[in-house]
Structures are given as structure tokens and as C-alpha cells.
């Protein structure tokens, strides 16, 4: 198994260089995987004049799977658009085929103060959205500007989406929805638009395959009012893009700490690129104090998703665990006057209690 580290800009590097401990630990007690490191974003751009060099692309491509740091900073912001970081990320998302957005929105029962929401309805939160990536508004056509007749001036974009598109998706839902609690919510709007009446047929006939998930239908705008109203009745989550990049963000927000979150993207095999959701953090880089979990469960969300080590995830997860349950905290997850580590040492109590589990 071969992962390709990609730290990237800002706080990408010390974050990953945690990650990537946890993945040594793990290797010690006999996780067969390789990394190779290779630059993206401004660091690759100031080492190869690309966001995405070709030899990053060409490991990228080589790997089972992909960690990635962050990309994005100040002096990056000047640079011509297809220079600039993010253009790093996008283009190796496209380039991998990347269809499926998988965010967790998770709280530990120990940093429920941290959500806005009143800590009973989200302790112990743990609700999977899954996000079609590659689809939806964002890339139908035609869109684009143009004059009336009475020389006001139109906007417009496509929302469509074809049956292929939406059955893959729905399939990796259920798929998932099945290895968890097995309850899956399809999102849409059918009561008004046409592309999401094919979108819940079509996921009603994919249900067929997967008697034993119990599959639910919910507008979108009910959907982000339930998620603050009660966010623990969700398990998986399933919707399009553009439903998706606004209820990810939200369900995430109910956690309250930025510095917890990863992500996956996949495609079609598995093959996933796993990132935390937070950026480079260019206000906190190079000063030990980031917050590395959100990168160490991206590893976590890597051996189940992309290696199928449900084992290894959960050590990983356990170990987070016991490190906040010991009261180890950095300092965007800390209570006022609570003691802080830095993400060196945030990184070693994990790794400390990977190694006290055996
Ligand atoms: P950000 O997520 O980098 O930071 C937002 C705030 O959260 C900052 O105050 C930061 O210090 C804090 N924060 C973020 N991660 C943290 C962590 N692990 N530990 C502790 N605190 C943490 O978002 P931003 O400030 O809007 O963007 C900064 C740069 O990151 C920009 O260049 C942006 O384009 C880029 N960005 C990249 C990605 C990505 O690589 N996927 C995502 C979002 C933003």
C-alpha cells in the first residue's frame, strides 16, 4: 500500500508530520504501507513553478491513497489564477476522478462545550454527509451571463444531473450507511426542482439493493433546519453537490472545532485523498500550536475507507480518544485557562497511547 504525503502550505507540514508518526507507529506493529512526500500548492509552485507539479500528480496517481496537508497563502494571493494554491487541489481532485465528498461531523462527548448548540444535542454526535463532488450546478451547462432585450443584464447556471451520476453516488451511500448504523437520508428539493424528482427515483430504485438499510427522503431546507434542531437523528447523509457544500459546512460548525475535522474524497475504487477541512492556517504556521487531530483522523478515515483496516481506524480513533479523555488539548479545542500542548506534542500523546493499547 502506497500513500503519498502531500503537506502543502501554512500549518500543512507540521500537521502532516504528526499524521505521518501515527502511520510509523502504525507500520512498527506491522501496517505494510510506504509514503513518498511531494510538494503541492505554494510549496509546490515555489519548488516547480506549478500549484500541482507533475511529479507530485505522477505520485499521486502511483498511490493507493493520498494525505494532504493544506494549500493557501498570503504571498500565494497575487499570483495569477492557475498558479495559485487551490488550483493544486482542485486540479488533483479532477485529475483522480474524485466524485464522492465524505464529511464527518463528529463530537467527542469531552469537547461538547465547544459546539454553539447546548452540549446535549450534540455530544456524541457522529453524522457521515456525503457530498457528490463532481456534478450538480456547479458544472452544468450553459451557464454564464447574458443582456436582455430590455438591456438588463441575466446570470445562469445548469443544475443537472444524470442517472449514472446519481446512481454511483447513491451506491457509495448505502455502502457506507451499511457499515455504520445503517440509516441513510437522501437530500434534495423535489417538491421544486426536476433534476432532484430523478434524483430520489433513482436513489429509490439503488434502495432496492439494500434491503437492510432504512433509506429516508428530506428537503433540503427541512434538512438544514433538523441539523441544528436535532442533529443526532442523522447517520448518512447523502445529497448533491451544491446541497452538499452547504450542509457539510454547516453540520461541521455544530462540532465547534475546526482543528477535529477530516475528510475523504474518493473515487470509483477507493482510491481517496484525505485531508482535514480546515485551510493552511497562515496565522498560526510555524509556531507549534495547530492542532494536528483532524489530520490524524484523516489517516484514520484513510485505513477504513481506501485500505478496508477497520482495525487500524479504530486504534487510531481510540487513541484520539484517550488523549482527550487524559485532558490533552490544544489550544483551539482548550476552556480558558486550561493547560495547551503543541501539535509536537499532541502528535506523541497519540502516538503514546497507540503504543499503550498493545
Ligand atoms: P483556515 O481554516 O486556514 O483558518 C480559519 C481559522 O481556524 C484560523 O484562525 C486558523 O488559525 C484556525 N485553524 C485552522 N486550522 C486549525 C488547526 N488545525 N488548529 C488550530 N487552529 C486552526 O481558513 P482561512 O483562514 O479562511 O484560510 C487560510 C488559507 O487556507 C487560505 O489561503 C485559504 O485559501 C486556504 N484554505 C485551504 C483549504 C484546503 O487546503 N483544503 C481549505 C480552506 C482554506
Same mark, same amino acid.
Given at each position: 500500500?502506497?500513500?503519498?504525503?502531500?503537506?502543502?502550505?501554512?500549518?500543512?507540514?507540521?500537521?502532516?508530520?504528526?499524521?505521518?508518526?501515527?502511520?510509523?507507529?502504525?507500520?512498527?506493529?506491522?501496517?505494510?504501507?510506504?509514503?513518498?512526500?511531494?510538494?503541492?500548492?505554494?510549496?509546490?509552485?515555489?519548488?516547480?513553478?506549478?500549484?500541482?507539479?507533475?511529479?507530485?500528480?505522477?505520485?499521486?496517481?502511483?498511490?493507493?491513497?493520498?494525505?494532504?496537508?493544506?494549500?493557501?497563502?498570503?504571498?500565494?494571493?497575487?499570483?495569477?489564477?492557475?498558479?495559485?494554491?487551490?488550483?493544486? #487541489?482542485?486540479?488533483?481532485? =479532477? $485529475?483522480?476522478? /474524485?466524485? !464522492?465528498?465524505?464529511?464527518?461531523?463528529? @463530537?467527542?462527548? &469531552?469537547? %461538547?462545550?465547544?459546539?454553539?448548540?447546548?452540549?446535549?444535542?450534540?455530544?456524541?454526535?457522529?453524522?457521515?454527509?456525503?457530498?457528490?463532488?463532481?456534478?450538480?450546478?456547479?458544472?452544468?451547462?450553459?451557464?454564464?451571463?447574458?443582456?436582455?432585450?430590455?438591456?438588463?443584464?441575466?446570470?445562469?447556471?445548469?443544475?443537472?444531473?444524470?442517472?449514472?451520476?446519481?446512481?454511483?453516488?447513491?451506491?457509495?451511500?448505502?455502502?457506507?450507511?451499511?457499515?455504520?448504523?445503517?440509516? #441513510?437520508?437522501?437530500?434534495? =428539493? $423535489?417538491?421544486? /426542482?426536476? !433534476?432532484?424528482?430523478?434524483?430520489?427515483? @433513482?436513489?429509490? &430504485?439503488? %434502495?432496492?439493493?439494500?434491503?437492510?438499510?432504512?433509506?429516508?427522503?428530506?428537503?433540503?431546507?427541512?434538512?438544514?433546519?433538523?441539523?441544528?434542531?436535532?442533529?443526532?437523528?442523522?447517520?448518512?447523509?447523502?445529497?448533491?453537490?451544491?446541497?452538499?457544500?452547504?450542509?457539510?459546512?454547516?453540520?461541521?460548525?455544530?462540532?465547534?472545532?475546526?482543528?477535529?475535522?477530516?475528510?475523504?474524497?474518493?473515487?470509483?475504487?477507493?482510491?481517496?485523498?484525505?485531508?482535514?477541512?480546515?485551510?493552511?492556517?497562515?496565522?498560526? $504556521?510555524?509556531?507549534?500550536?495547530?492542532?494536528?487531530?483532524?489530520?490524524?483522523?484523516?489517516?484514520?478515515?484513510?485505513?477504513?475507507?481506501?485500505?478496508?483496516?477497520?482495525?487500524?481506524?479504530?486504534?487510531?480513533?481510540?487513541?484520539?480518544?484517550?488523549?482527550?479523555?487524559?485532558?490533552?488539548?490544544?489550544?483551539?479545542?482548550?476552556?480558558?485557562?486550561?493547560?495547551?500542548?503543541?501539535?509536537?506534542?499532541?502528535?506523541?500523546?497519540?502516538?503514546?497511547?497507540?503504543?499503550?493499547?498493545?
Amino acid at each position: 500500500m502506497k500513500i503519498a504525503v502531500l503537506p502543502g502550505d501554512g500549518i500543512g507540514p507540521e500537521i502532516v508530520r504528526q499524521a505521518v508518526k501515527v502511520i510509523e507507529r502504525l507500520k512498527a506493529d506491522g501496517l505494510a504501507v510506504e509514503t513518498a512526500t511531494a510538494p503541492i500548492g505554494g510549496a509546490g509552485y515555489e519548488a516547480a513553478g506549478d500549484p500541482l507539479p507533475d511529479a507530485t500528480l505522477e505520485l499521486a496517481r502511483g498511490a493507493d491513497a493520498i494525505l494532504l496537508g493544506a494549500v493557501g497563502g498570503p504571498k500565494f494571493d497575487t499570483l495569477d489564477r492557475p498558479l495559485r494554491p487551490e488550483q493544486g #487541489l482542485l486540479r488533483i481532485r =479532477k $485529475a483522480l476522478g /474524485l466524485f !464522492t465528498n465524505l464529511r464527518p461531523a463528529m @463530537v467527542y462527548e &469531552e469537547l %461538547a462545550d465547544a459546539s454553539s448548540l447546548r452540549p446535549e444535542l450534540v455530544a456524541g454526535l457522529d453524522i457521515m454527509i456525503l457530498r457528490e463532488l463532481t456534478g450538480d450546478i456547479y458544472f452544468g451547462s450553459p451557464r454564464g451571463r447574458r443582456t436582455l432585450d430590455n438591456g438588463e443584464r441575466e446570470g445562469f447556471d445548469t443544475m443537472k444531473y444524470s442517472e449514472s451520476e446519481i446512481r454511483r453516488i447513491a451506491h457509495v451511500g448505502f455502502a457506507i450507511a451499511r457499515r455504520r448504523g445503517k440509516k #441513510l437520508c437522501s437530500v434534495d =428539493k $423535489a417538491n421544486v /426542482l426536476d !433534476t432532484s424528482i430523478l434524483w430520489r427515483e @433513482v436513489v429509490n &430504485e439503488v %434502495a432496492r439493493e439494500y434491503p437492510d438499510v432504512e433509506l429516508s427522503h428530506m428537503y433540503v431546507d427541512n434538512a438544514a433546519m433538523q441539523l441544528v434542531r436535532a442533529p443526532k437523528q442523522f447517520d448518512v447523509i447523502v445529497t448533491g453537490n451544491i446541497f452538499g457544500d452547504i450542509l457539510s459546512d454547516e453540520a461541521s460548525m455544530l462540532t465547534g472545532s475546526i482543528g477535529m475535522l477530516p475528510s475523504a474524497s474518493l473515487d470509483a475504487n477507493n482510491k481517496g485523498l484525505y485531508e482535514p477541512i480546515h485551510g493552511s492556517a497562515p496565522d498560526i $504556521a510555524g509556531r507549534d500550536i495547530a492542532n494536528p487531530l483532524a489530520t490524524i483522523l484523516s489517516v484514520a478515515m484513510m485505513l477504513r475507507y481506501t485500505f478496508a483496516n477497520e482495525a487500524a481506524a479504530t486504534r487510531i480513533e481510540s487513541a484520539v480518544r484517550k488523549v482527550l479523555r487524559d485532558g490533552v488539548r490544544t489550544g483551539d479545542i482548550a476552556k480558558p485557562g486550561e493547560r495547551t500542548v503543541g501539535t509536537e506534542q499532541m502528535g506523541d500523546a497519540v502516538v503514546a497511547a497507540l503504543g499503550a493499547q498493545r
